[in-house]
């Protein structure tokens, strides 16, 4: 039996097109989501501890990413039965850190003949021929991969640290910075580079109160936490 093999996708491609049954009704991929943030994401399997534990998080969390304009739509290779199932359950069974009678309104694809985890390579044969592995790609607004992220089968993801890319990726764009390791949202921020030693020099010698070098290549900028949020989430 043949099977369709696609190239993985890549950060800074266009993410690959498709048309989905989903809880939510049919999708068109991503241009239904043209202009949002996107975080499409992979699950093994439906009615599986790690995975309810997963959408329970993103459903309690949905709103506040929907406030960065940021959309979230779920994947497995299970069936549209299947799905509505366990999210029923979910609802009306599952109660887990606080949560409960919680509810997954965002869309969750259906993809039996795995037909689109091939085209975003959620399928790992070393980790599984059959599931999807836990895959997340953030799509910016113009239909862009800007992040690839994948944990495997056993490994629950941390939703604050997506929740912290969308962000971070929305600061960049916005302010036209870089974001150092373990950045929130009120820390300093990393300026461009120099391209020239005319530039680097300034740096090296500027007196602004708000900027620190720490040598001609590694400047950082206060960036306050409110001027992000306010432009970034809306109230």
């Known amino acids: 039996m043949e099977q369709n093999v696609f190239s993985m996708p890549r950060i800074g491609e266009a993410a690959p097109e498709f048309k989905a049954v989903t809880t939510q009704g049919e ?5 239904d989501y043209s202009g ?3 975080i499409l994401f992979s699950h093994p399997a439906d009615f599986t501890p790690v995975c309810t534990s997963e959408f329970m998080t993103f459903a309690s969390m949905e709103k506040q990413f929907n406030a960065a304009n940021c959309k979230l739509v779920g994947l497995s290779v299970d069936g549209l039965y299947s799905h509505i199932a366990w999210l029923r359950t979910i609802k009306e069974k599952i109660e887990y850190k606080g949560m409960k009678n919680v509810e997954v309104t965002f869309p969750l694809i259906e993809d039996i003949t795995m037909e689109i985890a091939g085209k975003y390579g959620m399928i790992q044969p070393g980790e599984s021929n ?3 592995v836990r895959a997340v ?3 910016d607004p113009k239909g862009i991969i800007r992040t690839i992220i994948y944990y495997p089968l056993s490994l629950g993801r941390n939703f604050d640290e997506l929740y912290r890319v969308i962000i971070a990726l929305q600061t960049a764009d916005e302010f036209s910075v ?3 390791a373990d950045w929130r949202p009120g820390d300093e921020v990393i300026v461009p580079t120099a391209g020239s030693c005319g530039v680097a020099k300034e740096r090296m010698e500027s007196k602004a109160e708000d900027t620190k070098c720490y040598d001609w290549f590694f400047c950082t900028r206060k960036l306050d936490k409110d001027t992000i949020l306010n432009k970034i989430v809306k109230k």
Do not use: H, R, Y
């Open 178 to 180: 870089a974001t150092p």
């Open 36 to 38: 949002s943030w996107v």
């Open 137 to 139: 790609f953030v799509i």
């Open 27 to 31: 999708i068109n991929f991503p241009s």
């Open 130 to 132: 059959t599931k999807a």
